[in-house]
């Protein structure tokens, strides 16, 4: 659908008193989107446009942006940043003022939609709940926004498998996108609606067939409204390839999901969960293909997440549910394969049916996932990390009461299920890895973060010295992973708050992080050299490339970059924070491993040693040249922050002034 939350709702009565040119705003986010330059270009854009909304104290535009936003990071699967996002937006429309009008209404849906897409169902029914009772006053019997709410209704529904309610609502939309539109047959919205009714009903016994006459539907739209250029087609392709995958057409299947491919490059790029997801069940698709050809063997049922998405929010995202609308099967799968896809698509194939046929009174109540210690829970393992640790198998985070219950029996039935998927398996598990340290199985919430990180829950905000002692690598190991369903969100709600550093304690570290930068790097490191002890400035530089990484994540926010892991992921994750949008001192990453080549020669190149210093002296200036460079950039990144006028660039004269925007007295905050 159109810009309907952002661009006709959210600013409203406010519109007038403005100081951001709104329409300018959605112009260039326009342009930024028909140039296909979004995932490098349109968070950084909305990010300014924020900033300029709140500088100036324009909450009306500020909310627009905010709408907007919400619908961009859930498109990108960013979900616990969104969240944050969804709570400031509610929290800025009840101080506006603006509960009972078309404004609210917008924000409620697109929080709700947020909410949802985040595994927050009960939250998410509460929002749509209220805004479908809203919409009655608000909103006429054919207005599209409607149509809009009841689409994405169905889809909490379908989360929860509650189908009937679902298609229900479906059908609702349906209706009323039929009667609104003057050209039923060329109606992008009509076409999604008609998507999401396909997969809906694959979920459904025995309606295969109809679900397959609503996605050629689907696609007969597209042609015939010359729709193939807009960024939705993506989607209603790659769910058009899942129904005839589900259907047995797999020669179509395959050929639709190339085509997908290619439309999801040309708008949201490569790198993108979405591009990976469908690139997976290509390679499903193609090997059940292969299996069928060779062995007669009739390809696996797959287990969906239904629906394409339309609601109130700019057209531009596409929808949640198909960055993670992953096809299942159980074959051979590529050598590459992640161990989180790994996990989740085991999770789809047993999990959720053990879940809904043994536990249907908890079901509710268990998280589902895969977070913790691992390269698979931070997405670096490749093939060299099959060798231990690595195996089907996913996490079940229960409430303390819960687990008294039930942990031990679903432990059972949890080690009972097929110990082979995918063509990986059994599960090979270190010593470190088993018994009360086991990385997969049954959980209770509080003892598995007590686990990682010595405590069940966040310390609270104002427990500065309790999050001191909190390392970075130990925070991200309790961050980290996906989160494959929490309808109940206790889990989520704790992992949350693992996230949330206080700020006078993100402040307190970049001031620390400022000092051993200054001391190891721009002091200890050419002395060092110049008293010919190459193994204590080689360890200068190990102290000022791990100060100068954990800054870059501390500069970049825990809320949004998580934090710094353990060691050996340290580069691995640098590298991947570089290439987010609007990442803040982007090129930190490939300067610090340059420096790490020089600083061998520099070290070890022949200064101070028999041979002389002549082979060393070159990459000794060179070291040192690097060093300040990344502290300009540094003191550069302060000054727009707002952290520091000071334009000294040795950085132990920076940390008064960071140190300056601490507002609690508390000594372990402070430097001495």
């Known amino acids: 659908m159109d810009h309907y939350s952002a661009r006709t709702n959210s600013s409203t009565d406010q519109h007038n008193s403005s100081t951001v040119d709104i329409d300018a705003f959605f112009a260039g986010l326009d342009a930024i989107f028909a140039a296909n330059a979004a995932p490098t270009q349109a968070e950084a854009f909305m990010l300014k446009t924020l900033h300029q909304a709140r500088s100036t104290h324009d909450a009306a535009s500020e909310l627009t942006v905010l709408n907007e ?48 897409a985040a595994g927050e169902f009960q939250e998410s029914e509460k929002l749509y709940q209220q805004a479908l009772e809203a919409s009655k006053s608000l909103l006429n019997s054919n207005d599209r926004r409607l149509a809009a709410l009841h689409n994405n209704l169905s889809m909490l529904y379908s989360s929860t498998q509650r189908y009937k309610e679902a298609e229900h609502h479906l059908l609702e939309a349906l209706n009323i996108l039929e009667r609104s539109s003057t050209n039923p047959e060329e109606d992008i919205d009509v076409a999604s609606t008609h998507t999401n009714l396909a997969l809906l009903l694959l979920n459904i016994s025995g309606r295969n067939h109809e679900a397959l006459h609503h996605a050629r539907e689907a696609m007969n739209i597209y042609h015939q409204g010359k729709l193939e250029e807009r960024a939705h087609y993506a989607a209603a392709l790659a769910s058009y390839a899942q129904v005839l995958f589900q259907t047995g057409h797999l020669s179509e299947a395959i050929d639709a999901y190339t085509h997908a491919l290619a439309v999801i490059e040309l708008h949201y790029g490569k790198d993108t969960e979405y591009y990976r997801s469908t690139t997976h069940n290509l390679e499903v698709a193609k090997s059940t293909l292969a299996s069928t050809a060779t062995r007669n063997v009739p390809s696996a049922p797959a287990t969906v997440n239904p629906h394409t998405e339309t609601d109130f929010r700019a057209h531009h995202a596409p929808s949640d549910e198909q960055t993670s609308n992953t096809v299942h099967a159980h074959t051979q799968s590529p050598d590459n394969i992640s161990g989180l896809q790994l996990s989740r698509a085991y999770w789809e194939q047993y999990g959720k049916a053990m879940l809904s046929e043994r536990y249907h009174d908890y079901v509710d109540r268990i998280a589902v996932g895969l977070v913790g210690h691992g390269s698979e829970c931070y997405g670096f393992d490749d093939q060299y990390s099959h060798d231990h640790d690595f195996g089907p198998g996913f996490c079940l985070w229960l409430t303390s009461e819960d687990f008294q219950v039930i942990g031990g029996q679903l432990q059972q039935d949890y080690d009972a299920l097929e110990q082979e998927f995918m063509g990986f398996g059994p599960r090979k598990s270190t010593i470190r890895a088993q018994g009360d340290s086991h990385r997969v199985g049954v959980f209770d919430i509080g003892e598995f973060f007590t686990s990682i990180t010595g405590y069940p829950k966040a310390p609270e905000q104002h427990e500065h010295s309790a999050w001191l002692m909190l390392d970075e690598a130990t925070l991200a190991a309790a961050t980290n992973g996906e989160i494959f369903a929490d309808p109940y969100g206790a889990f989520s709600r704790t992992r949350q708050g693992f996230k949330m550093m206080p700020e006078n304690v993100r402040l307190s570290l970049i001031s620390r992080r400022l000092g051993m930068i200054a001391q190891s790097g721009q002091y200890n490191f050419p002395r060092m050299i110049s008293r010919g002890d190459s193994s204590a400035a080689w360890l200068c530089i190990n102290e000022f490339v791990t100060a100068v990484s954990s800054l870059v994540f501390l500069i970049n926010t825990p809320i949004t970059s998580g934090y710094l892991p353990y060691y050996k992921w340290s580069f691995a994750a640098l590298r991947r924070l570089s290439k987010r949008m609007a990442s803040r001192l982007p090129q930190i990453a490939a300067e610090l491993e340059s420096i790490l080549r020089i600083a061998s020669a520099a070290c070890f190149g022949g200064h101070g040693t028999a041979e002389g210093d002549q082979g060393a002296r070159p990459a000794v200036t060179r070291v040192n040249a690097s060093i300040e460079d990344i502290c300009m950039a540094i003191v550069t990144e302060l000054h727009e922050q707002g952290l520091s006028n000071n334009a000294e660039s040795f950085l132990e004269w920076q940390r008064p002034y960071v140190e300056a925007h601490i507002s609690s007295d508390d000594p372990c905050l402070h430097s001495v």
């Open 69 to 116: 936003l919400m619908g961009f990071l859930r498109s990108q699967g960013r979900h616990d940043d969104n969240t944050i996002i969804v709570h400031e937006s509610l929290a800025l429309a009840e101080r506006m003022g603006i509960v009972g009008t078309e404004a609210w209404l917008t924000t409620l849906i697109n929080a709700a939609t947020s909410l949802r």
